[in-house]
């Protein structure tokens, strides 16, 4: 039985000055909760997103750009990477759309694993084509954001400015020269701090760890709780969730700008089968008031078939090259190999970013899948293993197939690419 829950709260428009309560203008909220039965269909799969170590600005700007996710000091309260990707939704490659909530998120990331790593320490690196002093103005309110909204301590991020990156991006022709001047514009995040890597890492330049997640990318809607905040448009700024059990645990999930969001019912019963929970909606206005509104939701636990989870893994290449650096060898052959089971297959999709022309990406996407098969072959070899089977793929410019969006920096970045899932028999 789905059940619906809705409570309203009246919210005065943002007006000039005070009104006569009879014309005040009111805007009804109406909260509600649908939390389904047990539904045990859909499959699952691990999924390791990579997070970028870098924060690209726009030309002529040291402002950090609209596009990144910004949270308030309220908001941090609620903020967890587990909940970031909780749903995925994949084109018919299977590259996920999820990958721009992650790295739209990299500040966030960072102060929060750095709020609950008290010992770790960052350095920040703006790099200018312009000059030292303009990368440093944009190392600053990278800072700013983390010390003034993530209440880390200044003395552990240390700022710095470079003139162009340590591997600048250069215009394979020149129409592109303006989209990789953006590249060149960004503030690096450097750590020697091992919590904060890759377990991988093996220089100064290790970038930071991935978001590691359990995606389900086939599980029917209804087995998610589904949480909607209707109406009052234009007048809530965000929205969080606050999910209470029987004996005072509380769980914070969020925030939110869209009107409706779905947290798989396991997420929040974690090893429990069931459970009575009180959801309480906890809204910000454009204006600076908080609404809170609370209903009760009894929740059954989701079973999956029992089966081995699949896997998949990101592997990030510089711009023009199809080689693999040195630190994603180290990637394959440490922590992807070992995790590839036996007779299991390996699936691997190759990409480029969309500058260049047709033909040289079509190469480039498929160099770079054949690279990261050369090198798990290698490694299986070594391992004296012959029980894996491989399908490479190379998508070009193919816009059925090619990853989401290329119009900002960090989204071609991410879109060098190999995406390798790893299949049980």
């Known amino acids: ?201 093996s220089n100064p330049d290790a970038r930071l760890n991935p978001l590691g997640t359990v995606a389900r990318p086939e599980a029917p809607l209804d087995s998610y709780v589904s949480f909607d905040v209707k109406g009052g448009k234009g007048v809530i700024s965000s929205w969080s969730m606050e999910i209470r059990d029987e004996k005072g645990r509380v769980q914070y999930f969020g925030p939110y700008a869209q009107a409706t969001a779905r947290i798989p019912g396991n997420s929040i019963l974690g090893t429990r089968p069931e459970g009575q929970y ?34 998949r893994f990101s592997v990030l290449f510089e711009l023009n090259e199809w080689k693999a650096i040195p630190l994603y060898e180290k990637y394959l052959t440490d922590i992807v190999i070992p995790k590839i089971p036996k007779g299991g297959t390996v699936v691997i999709h190759g990409y480029p970013d969309t500058t260049g022309d047709e033909a040289r990406n079509q190469k480039l996407s498929l160099a770079r899948a054949n690279d990261v098969v050369t090198i798990i072959e290698n490694g299986l070899l070594k391992a004296d293993r012959s029980d894996v089977t491989f399908e490479v793929f190379a998508f070009g410019d193919d816009q059925n197939f090619s990853p989401p969006e290329n119009k900002f920096p960090e989204e071609r970045f991410n879109n060098r690419s190999a995406i390798i899932d790893v299949v049980p028999r």
């Open 1 to 201: 039985m789905i059940k619906n829950y809705i409570l309203t709260a009246l919210i005065l428009t943002g007006i000039r000055a005070p009104l006569p309560a009879q014309v005040a203008a009111e805007t009804e909220v109406m909260f509600s909760v649908n939390a389904p039965k047990n539904i045990p269909a859909g499959s699952t799969a691990n999924e390791a997103y990579p997070v970028r170590n870098c924060v690209f600005f726009n030309l002529e700007s040291t402002e950090i750009p609209s596009r990144y996710v910004l949270l308030s000091k309220e908001q941090v309260k609620y903020f967890n990477e587990d909940e970031l990707v909780v749903t995925t939704s994949k084109n018919q490659s299977g590259r996920s759309g999820q990958e721009r909530i992650v790295y739209y998120n990299v500040l966030n990331i960072l102060g929060d694993r750095m709020e609950r790593n008290p010992a770790t320490t960052i350095t920040l690196i703006g790099s200018s084509e312009k000059s030292r002093e303009d990368g440093w103005a944009m190392a600053r309110p990278v800072k700013g954001y983390l010390v003034g909204v993530f209440g880390i301590e200044a003395t552990r991020i240390s700022i710095a400015g470079r003139y162009k990156p340590k591997v600048p991006s250069k215009p394979p022709v020149d129409p592109h020269e303006r989209l990789l001047q953006e590249e060149n514009r960004n503030v690096s995040i450097e750590s020697s701090s091992p919590v904060l890597l890759t377990a991988f890492r």
């Open 278 to 311: 009180t959801a309480t909606m906890i809204a910000r206005t454009k204006r600076g008031k908080t609404v809170r509104k609370e209903t009760s939701m009894h929740i059954v636990r989701w079973s999956p078939p029992k089966n081995e989870h699949g896997m």
